[in-house]
């Protein structure tokens, strides 16, 4: 993929071409003992590794491995206390075997979803950095319970991990090391046309991620508003046969009414970019209309109610992580080309920042829909730029849209960093993208609609403000982006603060893209 550049940086800073991990994945129908190569990963359960009063595994697959390296695995395993809790790895260097090390990954109790399995890829890519291994073999302590349906999906997440696992961003770094990890040989997971089939699916996804990863990752100096549509436009270039692009520049937004928007952007020297991506599938025919609406803040200072010290200013890069989720989508979708469906894709790109021709708190914009907001407060900006966005992704005629912010502190605060708040007026949507996130493996969590709230977000001289109390704040939010969405379509906010970022490792996520793939495909005629 082409890496995000910008023409003129402040700082002089550019980011470096980094090889994205290329990892061959292939089924075998051999002993897996009698495998060759750099780690063999085993998946294990609690239940897996349960002993009996000899310190013999109970689990026969286990057993049989433990007495090839003469009593090795129970020993360690004693040792270090490793009882196939999630999470929990360990590895080995052996002799006696094909393999140079084994590594137990734990599953924990008993994986319910195949998305569960991600885990042991992320663990296989860990282990691979650690010891430079070239290639892995994966199998699983337990499989006899799986079905024949479930065995490619399982290997397909055990491929996602290990693909967005052995992925580092170092595009920054002075100097980055190649990823070793080159192969993956399956054992117990079976091959054939269906296996192929979820993991050429499963590297789709991944090149969406790995794009939404960089454009979060990306600083405010290098991903100006101006950068990120041109991100956009490459993904229609590279796609033409089912993308075209629309960058709507500052007169044309004027031309349409957006000063909810504009307003926003006004601060800034970098102009505000309005971005509309739209797929179509090959085929021309189609039965759904979609679309997927991000917040596109490349840096909130604040405005003139600028952030505090507490509030992590320097990270504010990252509050444009629901448009990254919208392009990263777009990218695995323009690959997978559902059929059926047509897709617009929405980002009203922006700064938030301070100037004299800046919006301060007071001021009355004026939305696309002719709705007027009273600012009471000018880090309440991401809701202000969504206004005008949902208004032009209703006038596309679609019938559903999901929109995705890092809109409220409030949300990470109800739910923590690792779940995304919903909020929609409508049940069956809300099944839907559930249900897509279950099976990209992410958590979301329905919030209520509180409709008496809207009472703290009246002005006494403008339709609403911006802000109303601070209890029950996202909520209060998903009812302002309610009043700028056509009452016959179906819409649903997705307020993602926390899970886009991860703090121990200092990066994005990539969180949501896989998500919106799922539900675009579950709205597909496929």
Same mark, same amino acid.
């Given at each position: 993929?082409?890496?995000?550049?910008?023409?003129?940086?402040?700082?002089?800073?550019?980011?470096?071409? $980094?090889?994205?991990?290329?990892?061959?994945?292939?089924?075998?129908?051999?002993?897996?003992?009698?495998?060759?190569?750099?780690?063999?990963?085993?998946?294990?359960?609690?239940?897996?590794?349960?002993?009996?009063?000899?310190?013999?595994?109970?689990?026969?697959?286990?057993?049989?491995?433990?007495?090839?390296?003469? %009593?090795?695995?129970?020993?360690?395993?004693?040792?270090?206390?490793?009882?196939?809790?999630?999470?929990?790895?360990?590895?080995?260097?052996?002799?006696?075997?094909?393999?140079?090390?084994?590594?137990?990954?734990?599953? /924990?109790?008993?994986?319910?979803?195949?998305? *569960?399995?991600?885990?042991? &890829?992320?663990?296989?890519?860990?282990?691979?950095?650690?010891?430079?291994?070239?290639?892995?073999?994966?199998?699983?302590?337990?499989?006899?319970?799986?079905?024949?349906?479930?065995?490619?999906?399982?290997?397909?997440?055990?491929?996602?991990?290990?693909?967005?696992?052995?992925?580092?961003?170092?595009?920054?770094?002075?100097?980055?090391?190649?990823?070793?990890?080159?192969?993956?040989?399956?054992?117990?997971?079976?091959?054939?046309?269906?296996?192929?089939?979820?993991?050429?699916?499963?590297?789709? $996804?991944?090149?969406?991620?790995?794009?939404?990863?960089?454009?979060?990752?990306?600083?405010?100096?290098?991903?100006?508003?101006?950068?990120?549509?041109?991100?956009?436009?490459?993904?229609?270039?590279?796609?033409?046969?089912?993308?075209?692009?629309?960058?709507?520049?500052?007169?044309?937004?004027?031309?349409?009414?957006?000063?909810?928007?504009? %307003?926003?952007?006004?601060?800034?020297?970098?102009?505000?970019?309005?971005?509309?991506?739209?797929?179509?599938?090959?085929? =021309?025919?189609?039965?759904?209309?979609?679309?997927?609406?991000?917040?596109?803040?490349?840096?909130?200072? /604040?405005?003139?109610? $600028?952030?505090?010290?507490?509030?992590?200013?320097?990270?504010?890069? #990252?509050?444009?992580? =629901?448009?990254?989720?919208?392009?990263?989508?777009?990218?695995?979708?323009?690959?997978?080309?559902?059929?059926?469906?047509?897709?617009?894709?929405?980002?009203?790109?922006?700064?938030?920042?301070?100037? &004299?021709?800046?919006?301060?708190?007071?001021?009355?914009?004026?939305?696309?829909?002719?709705?007027?907001?009273?600012?009471?407060?000018?880090?309440?900006?991401?809701?202000?730029?969504?206004?005008?966005?949902?208004?032009? @992704?209703?006038?596309?005629?679609?019938?559903?849209?999901?929109?995705?912010?890092?809109?409220?502190?409030?949300? +990470?605060?109800?739910? %923590?960093?690792?779940?995304? &708040?919903?909020?929609?007026?409508?049940?069956?949507? *809300?099944?839907?993208?559930?249900?897509?996130?279950?099976?990209?493996?992410?958590?979301?969590?329905?919030?209520?609609?509180?409709?008496?709230?809207?009472?703290?977000?009246?002005?006494? +001289?403008?339709?609403?403000?911006?802000? %109303?109390?601070?209890?029950?704040?996202? $909520?209060? @939010?998903?009812?302002?982006?309610?009043?700028?969405?056509?009452? #016959?379509?179906?819409?649903?906010?997705?307020?993602?603060? &926390?899970?886009?970022?991860?703090?121990?490792?200092?990066?994005?996520?990539?969180?949501?893209?896989?998500?919106?793939?799922?539900?675009?495909?579950?709205?597909?005629?496929?």
């Amino acid at each position: 993929m082409d890496h995000v550049v910008a023409k003129a940086t402040l700082g002089l800073t550019h980011p470096a071409q $980094i090889d994205h991990p290329k990892i061959s994945f292939a089924a075998k129908e051999t002993d897996f003992l009698e495998w060759k190569g750099d780690i063999l990963a085993v998946g294990v359960t609690e239940k897996d590794m349960m002993k009996d009063e000899n310190l013999k595994f109970e689990n026969q697959i286990l057993e049989n491995l433990d007495s090839k390296l003469g %009593g090795l695995l129970s020993e360690v395993s004693c040792e270090e206390n490793f009882t196939g809790k999630v999470g929990r790895s360990t590895v080995i260097r052996v002799s006696g075997l094909g393999a140079k090390r084994v590594s137990l990954i734990g599953l /924990g109790k008993c994986p319910t979803v195949p998305s *569960s399995y991600r885990v042991l &890829g992320e663990s296989v890519a860990s282990a691979a950095k650690a010891s430079q291994a070239n290639n892995v073999a994966v199998t699983l302590a337990s499989s006899e319970a799986l079905t024949p349906a479930s065995k490619p999906a399982i290997a397909s997440a055990i491929a996602k991990g290990a693909l967005l696992g052995t992925y580092e961003d170092n595009r920054f770094k002075s100097k980055s090391k190649k990823p070793s990890l080159e192969s993956v040989d399956f054992f117990g997971l079976e091959g054939g046309p269906e296996l192929e089939k979820k993991l050429k699916y499963t590297e789709d $996804i991944c090149s969406g991620v790995i794009l939404a990863k960089e454009l979060v990752n990306a600083p405010a100096n290098v991903l100006t508003p101006e950068v990120l549509a041109e991100e956009a436009a490459k993904i229609a270039a590279a796609y033409n046969d089912v993308f075209t692009a629309k960058i709507l520049d500052t007169e044309q937004c004027k031309e349409l009414k957006m000063g909810s928007y504009l %307003g926003v952007a006004a601060a800034s020297t970098n102009p505000p970019k309005f971005i509309h991506l739209c797929y179509k599938p090959p085929n =021309g025919f189609t039965k759904t209309k979609l679309a997927l609406v991000g917040k596109g803040l490349t840096f909130d200072s /604040g405005g003139y109610n $600028i952030k505090t010290s507490q509030a992590s200013m320097e990270l504010m890069k #990252k509050d444009m992580a =629901g448009s990254a989720a919208v392009l990263g989508a777009a990218k695995a979708l323009a690959q997978i080309k559902p059929p059926g469906v047509e897709v617009h894709f929405i980002v009203a790109a922006c700064e938030n920042m301070i100037s &004299g021709t800046g919006m301060r708190p007071g001021d009355i914009v004026t939305a696309s829909n002719g709705k007027t907001i009273e600012v009471n407060n000018t880090d309440a900006e991401g809701r202000l730029t969504l206004a005008d966005a949902l208004v032009y @992704a209703c006038n596309q005629g679609v019938e559903k849209i999901v929109d995705l912010a890092t809109l409220t502190a409030a949300c +990470v605060v109800a739910l %923590g960093p690792s779940i995304a &708040g919903i909020f929609t007026p409508s049940d069956e949507l *809300s099944k839907e993208v559930v249900a897509a996130a279950e099976v990209a493996g992410e958590k979301l969590w329905r919030l209520p609609m509180e409709e008496s709230y809207w009472d703290c977000m009246k002005s006494g +001289v403008a339709d609403m403000v911006n802000t %109303g109390s601070r209890h029950g704040g996202s $909520i209060t @939010a998903a009812l302002f982006l309610k009043q700028f969405v056509d009452e #016959k379509v179906e819409w649903l906010h997705i307020d993602m603060s &926390g899970p886009v970022w991860n703090h121990e490792k200092k990066a994005a996520t990539g969180f949501a893209t896989p998500t919106l793939v799922e539900w675009v495909l579950s709205n597909s005629s496929s």
